[in-house]
């Protein structure tokens, strides 16, 4: 891909952020392209021989396609032609640098991402004793030349802003809703809770196991999933999952996932250890036992009423 392709690219994306306005694409476009451009890095390939030709020609490949036979003592500009020759139109080596005589040949694409790796065959090259000459190439190739804010910029777990809006949209929600009481907009650091939420309930099945597996995934221990096998579920929520004013978007929007027809409550609190009991026939890992005098903890509340979201 290059440079200008991954600008249309975002712009496209970003459409959807500002599509109530006229010619956005060109806008962003023009405005992305001079300011990105200084952040690309060359790509640089370089290729080392085993000795120093005296015989022999050999071939470079461009992703399966091979160039015309190069002689041992071809000149850098016979090289570079073969090698543009079968490479994408958008794509050319700006530089060579080095020799055949010096065993070493440095390839620059300026500008370029997404550039392969090339690679070697009908090698017949050899030494003046004579000896087998062997050929490799190192360098970045692939996408390694492409910056990392770009690269991350629509990530889930990277992805600010207007960025994380697109991420939502294409989700199918958004940062703003309703509460109980009044209108809510969720900080990014919420939204992309909510966004992880709302994947989950897209994908989660009618099943307790994949309802339980989804959301331990993204949250960790911090939601909790209780089936009382009653047509009712409850949802334990620690505050380290977000804000109230998420939870209250998860359950206003519809976003936790039950089963159709099962009815559901949320606790929510600072932790997902309370204090409880455990019988034989139903241990519970998730609650704590009474202090004693050799252990005593105080973070394990109590669930009261006053944790009841819904």
């Given at each position: ?57 050999f071939e ?90 770009s690269q ?111 009815d559901y ?46």
């Open positions: 891909m290059t440079l200008t392709q991954l600008i249309a690219y975002y712009s496209n994306l970003l459409i959807y952020q500002y599509s109530g306005l006229p010619h956005a694409s060109g806008t962003i476009e023009a405005c992305a392209l001079p300011a990105t451009m200084g952040q690309f890095a060359d790509t640089v390939q370089t290729i080392t021989f085993s000795g120093i030709p005296a015989s022999g020609a470079f490949k461009y992703n399966g396609t091979p160039t015309a036979s190069i002689a041992w003592n071809a000149s850098n500009s016979t090289i570079q032609s073969a090698i543009n020759a079968i490479l994408p139109s958008f794509l050319s080596v700006i530089t060579i640098s080095g020799s055949l005589a010096t065993q070493s040949l440095t390839l620059t694409f300026s500008n370029q991402s997404g550039v392969l790796a090339l690679t070697t065959t009908a090698n017949t090259l050899a030494t003046s004793t004579p000896t087998a000459i062997t050929i490799s190439v190192s360098g970045n190739s692939e996408m390694q030349s492409l910056p990392l804010a991350n910029g629509y990530g889930l777990t990277t992805a600010i802003g207007n960025q994380l809006d697109v991420i939502g949209k294409y989700v199918g929600v958004t940062r703003s809703g309703y509460g109980f009481t009044s209108a809510i907009t969720l900080s990014d650091s919420d939204f992309r809770n909510l966004i992880q939420m709302a994947i989950i309930k897209n994908f989660a099945q009618s099943d307790l196991l994949s309802i339980h597996t989804l959301i331990n995934q993204f949250f960790g221990l911090n939601i909790l999933v209780i089936d009382y096998s009653n047509m009712h579920m409850s949802f334990v929520i620690a505050s380290g999952a977000g804000s109230l004013n998420l939870i209250e978007l998860f359950v206003t929007e519809g976003l936790l996932p039950v089963p159709m027809a099962v409550s949320v606790i929510y609190g600072g932790a997902t250890e309370y204090f409880g009991y455990s019988t034989y026939n139903a241990l519970n890992p998730l609650v704590e036992p009474f202090n004693t005098y050799s252990t005593y903890v105080t973070t394990w509340p109590w669930v009261s009423y006053a944790n009841s979201v819904f």
